[in-house]
């Protein structure tokens, strides 16, 4: 069975809640930062293209030359650390999956380093970048992408002026089936649909609301569009996002919870209940997860893809476009207002 790698969470961003797991999730594939480029060996040149043939001094030949080296020997002013999710080798993702570039160094010229960003898919939509810090940008679609298909990134970073050193890097995704789940925590049930067809429909329970920190009920799920983000086996939640580290708290816990996926930044997975299944379909009582049957955990997990979409809808909680990858929260027009180009591409 494939498990993805762990992800890396966002600092000081939302209140967690309860299902906070045990470590942070931190994976993300390095873009290789070794750049082979040569410099010309002016010296060289020189002594090659001093003379012309009848004896004149070939000048103006002899300076492009050395300002070819020049040119050569500079260290590129931008590169790439990290480009997510992982390439068509690696991985398949879902139809909701955005494309995030973390460049080396804090990008002050944003439009020149957007201009050269290109998104190619076998089956276009529109999209756009928006730029979420200093040195992070995340390409989204107006519509969710087409299954079945692959999608190639390329950065040509050689474009930026004064940046011709640098290395221009592509990484192509491959985009599996069509996974769309709505969640309705009033109903208690979870419906997963698969290339628009309702594959299977699982009983949940939702969070149960009651703990207010920071203004925040951080025992209710938040609603919104997410996506998902990772997925383990097993996973190690405990009650440390609060503080309580001593096991004689009567508020301690530490449970290895089954099947988990990853939905959001602070903390929420759908992941099998941990005992009470007498309140699956019935009534919300996690700490802000969505828990679910043995067998639809197990099944849910089994095709769950980066980037596929799960909807939770029924409660007051609203998702953050900032947790994790929901970046669906915002609608195309504020979506697109982040982009430093304001022009979609196709």
């Not at 569009?225 to 990772?230: F, P």
């Amino acid at each position: 069975m494939n498990r993805f790698p762990r992800l890396l969470t966002m600092a000081a961003l939302i209140t967690v809640t309860a299902c906070t797991a045990e470590s942070t999730p931190v994976t993300l594939h390095q873009v290789d930062q070794h750049l082979a480029a040569q410099a010309l060996q002016a010296q060289a040149v020189q002594s090659q293209a001093l003379e012309s043939p009848d004896g004149r001094t070939a000048g103006a030949p002899v300076k492009a030359a050395a300002a070819r080296a020049r040119t050569a020997s500079k260290k590129p002013k931008l590169g790439i650390a990290d480009i997510t999710p992982m390439g068509e080798k690696s991985e398949k993702v879902g139809v909701g999956f955005p494309i995030i570039v973390t460049f080396d160094r804090d990008v002050r010229q944003r439009a020149a380093a957007e201009a050269v960003l290109r998104v190619e898919a076998d089956k276009p939509v529109e999209g756009a970048w928006r730029w979420v810090s200093a040195r992070k940008v995340v390409y989204r679609t107006k519509t969710y992408w087409k299954p079945n298909q692959k999608v190639l990134f390329k950065a040509l970073l050689n474009e930026i002026p004064g940046n011709e050193a640098a290395k221009n890097v592509s990484r192509r995704f491959a985009v599996g089936p069509a996974n769309i789940s709505l969640v309705d925590t009033r109903k208690h049930v979870m419906k997963v649909y698969r290339n628009g067809k309702l594959a299977k429909k699982i009983a949940i329970s939702a969070g149960r609301g009651g703990f207010v920190r920071n203004g925040v009920d951080v025992y209710l799920t938040t609603s919104g569009v997410h996506l998902t983000m990772g997925k383990k086996a097993v996973e190690t939640m405990t009650s440390s996002w609060m503080g309580v580290t001593d096991p004689k708290d009567p508020r301690y816990y530490k449970e290895q919870i089954p099947w988990a996926v990853r939905i959001s930044d602070s903390g929420e997975y759908v992941h099998q209940s941990f005992g009470d299944y007498q309140y699956l379909g019935r009534s919300n009582q996690s700490h802000g997860c969505v828990r679910a049957t043995p067998a639809g955990a197990r099944w849910f997990y089994g095709i769950a893809q980066r980037g596929d979409v799960v909807k939770i809808v029924g409660t007051k909680r609203k998702l953050d476009w900032r947790n994790g990858w929901s970046y669906w929260q915002l609608n195309w027009t504020q979506w697109k207002q982040g982009s430093a180009l304001r022009t979609p591409q196709t």
